[in-house]
């Protein structure tokens, strides 16, 4: 398979995939709309990639969808709006191109990584995911205190639960646990830190992060989901962010990474040339403070796509 990481020149296609029913928290909804007017579009082509829009995942109102089970509240329809994505995103790869999504709470991770997944089976090659989030979102229906599906599609995707979630990839798991880096996590539930113990992936914590630093620590994340790869999937979770930089999202928690350290994880991911495809998920236009988190998102993504300071 053909690396599809260059600095300059990528194909990138921009799918919206504005679901809120996975936090149950109106406003991640509008996550797209937020980040296009932060100018996600211009910015990236100014460096010099063609973008392209790649619509819209249909995504059922949340007025109108009904809860179902409470372990997993909404899950009919995100598994419905997570399936969409999955064959957009394979499509997207499958062209040559590069997806960028953009969310969207974190459960529509399932169907992208599925995607992902399935683009990489089909060309017999295997991929890296690195999970950035100040949660784990490691939680099933079994160990879940809400109910609320945004914190488990790490479960699902690495083949735990909810079921019709954990199918969606062309394997189960989705991804290879070897190759699966949750980074800066500070914020987990009792039951899900044993199930982050049991997958066994790399669970880099902001804890360690304070004592290694971020360098080193993003060293070995890349080193693991790049190794023996076709490329990784970045799922990048705003919230990993600290809230004074990130203030528009659902479930803040303060001590995360800062504008600096955020900057060099995703100019490290550049370098890397290996970035197959990157989503941004949980920005909350609502919540947000005169567009700031969007505002991120979108330079984030510059960096991700070889803005450099300096040449
Ligand atoms: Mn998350």
Redesign the pocket.
């Known amino acids: 398979m053909e690396v599809v990481g260059a600095l300059v020149g990528r194909q990138i296609k921009i799918i919206d995939a504005g679901l809120d029913l996975g936090g149950r928290r109106r406003g991640t909804g509008a996550g797209p709309i937020g980040m296009r007017i932060a100018g996600m579009s211009d910015n990236l082509a100014s460096l010099g990639h063609q973008v392209t829009r790649g619509g819209a995942v249909d995504c059922v109102d949340f007025a109108v969808s009904s809860e179902g089970d409470q372990a997993a509240k909404h899950l009919d329809d995100i598994v419905a709006a997570c399936s969409q994505l999955c064959d957009v995103v394979a499509e997207t790869l499958e062209a040559g191109e590069t997806p960028l999504v953009l969310g969207g709470d974190?459960s529509i991770a399932c169907g992208t990584v599925a995607g992902v997944s399935k683009f990489a089976q089909s060309k017999n090659q295997s991929f890296g995911l690195l999970w950035f989030?100040?949660?784990g979102?490691m939680n099933t229906p079994t160990t879940s205190p809400t109910g609320n599906v945004?914190g488990m599609?790490l479960a699902a995707i690495l083949g735990k639960a909810p079921e019709a979630l954990a199918e969606l990839g062309a394997s189960r798991p989705m991804v290879d646990t070897a190759k699966t880096v949750l980074f800066g996590i500070r914020d987990l539930d009792d039951l899900e830190r044993e199930t982050i113990k049991a997958t066994g992936c790399r669970a880099i914590t902001m804890r360690e992060i304070d004592v290694r630093g971020m360098s080193a620590c993003i060293d070995e994340a890349l080193e693991l989901v790049t190794a023996d790869s076709a490329g990784f999937h970045l799922s990048f979770?705003v919230?990993g962010c600290d809230p004074s930089i990130a203030p528009g999202v659902g479930t803040p928690v303060p001590g995360g990474t800062n504008l600096r350290e955020s900057h060099l994880l995703m100019e490290e991911v550049a370098e890397s040339q290996k970035l197959l495809s990157l989503e941004f998920?949980?920005v909350n236009p609502i919540l947000d403070i005169a567009n700031q988190t969007a505002e991120l998102a979108v330079a984030l993504a510059e960096s991700a796509f070889g803005r450099r300071i300096l040449d």
């Open positions: 974190h989030d100040a949660h979102d945004h599609p979770d919230d998920t949980e």
